[in-house]
């Protein structure tokens, strides 16, 4: 896992091994929330370097492999659990399923239980909060789109009915800005959405985007991870500041 500092402009090792570490997210607290795929894992460094395991199984059965997270404003953790991590030693440490599918989990702040959300998809990958948190938007890797979820009081989802279809190779991560527009990463760039589903345009870029993420202090940085490289583009959008950030 590496680490650029804006200041120099130094790259550098954060972590290393880093279990094949995939998304990460930050949490209201400052701690990195990661993803382990090789390590089947969801795990927190906290402030004095250590690391706190959140989940890595369900139901006593190991997790596949933990691909990317993102925080409710409710302290909640919330995970996808795609299969690439065992599918093969490429990207993690071949393995056979224990739970037999790839859903989604959230994580409760209180009592650390890992309960599963959504067992519909294909491939689970990207996903993201709306400005308001009523809805939760998630990418399914394998058919090439992206779900939209209505977000319950109590923390169940609502049907997710298809956003977006991907055009360019298949969605990853995704992010949202202050209007609800929806930014998600494909083989050609970013693609960006109306909140209606609307392809409104396209950022090109010469590498396959991964993940991406709005940074700085007013959140008008776009920070990209691609193929080889970190790209990064002051914006005129702002990136969603949700509650309690």
């Known amino acids: 896992m590496l680490r650029w500092d804006e200041t120099t402009g130094a790259v550098g090792v954060f972590r290393q091994p880093a279990g094949y570490a995939n998304g990460h997210t930050v949490d209201r607290c400052g701690r990195l929330v990661s993803c382990e795929q ?54 993690g440490n071949r393995a056979d399923p224990e739970i037999g599918g790839n859903h989604v989990y959230r994580i409760d702040p209180h009592s650390g239980e890992v309960r599963l959300v959504a067992d519909d998809f294909g491939q689970p990958n990207g996903l993201a909060f709306g400005p308001d948190e009523s809805t939760l938007y998630v990418v399914d890797t394998r058919h090439r789109h992206i779900r939209r979820f209505g977000v319950g009081g109590d923390g169940k989802l609502g049907d997710g009915g298809v956003f977006a279809t991907c055009d360019a190779g298949s969605f990853d991560g995704v992010r949202l800005d202050e209007a609800g527009r929806l930014w998600a990463a494909a083989h050609d760039g970013l693609h960006c959405f109306d909140p209606d589903g609307t392809l409104l345009g396209k950022l090109h870029l010469p590498e396959v985007v991964a993940n991406f993420t709005f940074g700085g202090p007013k959140r008008n940085h776009l920070f990209v991870c691609a193929s080889s490289s970190l790209f990064t583009l002051r914006v005129n959008v702002n990136g969603v500041r949700h509650p309690g950030r």
């Open 38 to 91: 090789g390590n089947r894992r969801v795990t927190r460094t906290e402030a004095d370097g250590t690391d706190t395991v959140l989940a890595d199984r369900y139901r006593g059965r190991r997790l596949n492999s933990p691909n990317d997270v993102v925080e409710h404003s409710d302290g909640s953790i919330w995970f996808t659990d795609p299969s690439y991590g065992i599918d093969s030693d490429y990207e």
